[in-house]
């Protein structure tokens, strides 16, 4: 297949998201195989006033303003599916930090599979590979915590929420057939079972 493979790594705070994605990056790079390293956060050109927008909802929420940041969040990701991962070059893997269904695992009010099928409806790249990395809830809070930048959220504060954030991953990963990964333990175990799915996808292909 030429065109890149697009894998994305979704999950709540602190799971090891980025620290996953640096270690897959260096194993695959060293298997002399095309890495393009994306973001949601940093592709995206709506970002500052989406944020806005989620502020204002952590603050007032209602069902109409829950609506309009889903929507936001899906017209940035239908902007970087056209602008940016179709110009990424072929025989490469993409591999993206968050990606849908994101913020519908953060939300409380718009039923997630809503919140997907406004991602469909507006041409959103699906991934090739959707990977849900979680822990138990305490254990991604406390690592977050820990780190040097901290929880760095603009608007979870609560371990219930992420509580209730990381069931929700759990659920979506069940109902959709995501890849799980658990990354309680050591993060060579999680970066080895993502290396694995990457390298069965690119086998089958
Ligand atoms: N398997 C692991 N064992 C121990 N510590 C880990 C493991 N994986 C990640 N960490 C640590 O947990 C912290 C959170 O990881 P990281 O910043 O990668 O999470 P994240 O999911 O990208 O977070 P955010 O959603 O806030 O961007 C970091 O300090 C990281 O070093
Ligand atoms: C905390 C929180 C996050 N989101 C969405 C916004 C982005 O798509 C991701 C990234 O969040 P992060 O703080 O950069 O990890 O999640 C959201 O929609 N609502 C929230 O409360």
């Known amino acids: 297949m030429s065109r890149p493979l697009f894998v994305s790594l979704d999950g709540p705070k602190g799971v090891g998201k980025t620290t996953l994605l640096e270690a897959i990056t260096k194993v695959l ?8 390293r994306l973001c949601e956060k940093k ?8 944020m806005a927008l989620v502020n204002r909802l952590a603050r007032n929420p209602c069902m109409d303003l829950e609506w ?10 239908a902007w970087i599916s056209q602008h940016v991962l179709t110009k ?23 039923p997630f599979a809503e919140i997907l099928q406004l991602n469909i409806d507006r041409n959103v790249q699906a991934p090739d590979l959707h ?29 219930e929420d992420h509580v209730a954030c990381t069931q929700s991953f759990e659920r979506a990963v069940a109902k959709h057939g995501w890849v799980l990964c658990r990354n309680e333990g050591m993060i060579e175990h999680a970066t080895l079972q993502v290396v694995n799915e990457i390298y069965k996808l690119l086998n089958d292909l």
């Open 88 to 110: 990424q070059p072929p025989y490469s893997i993409i591999l993206m930090d968050r990606w849908y269904p994101s913020d519908a695992a953060f939300r409380r009010m718009v």
């Open 68 to 77: 309009e940041v889903c929507a936001r969040f899906a017209d940035s990701r």
């Open 43 to 50: 592709s995206d050109p709506f970002r500052r006033e989406t």
């Open 131 to 159: 990977v849900g990395v979680v822990t138990a809830p305490e254990i991604s809070w406390a690592r977050a915590a820990a780190r040097t930048r901290g929880l760095s959220s603009t608007v979870m504060h609560k371990l």
């Open 29 to 36: 790079r060293a298997d002399n195989i095309k890495v393009i």
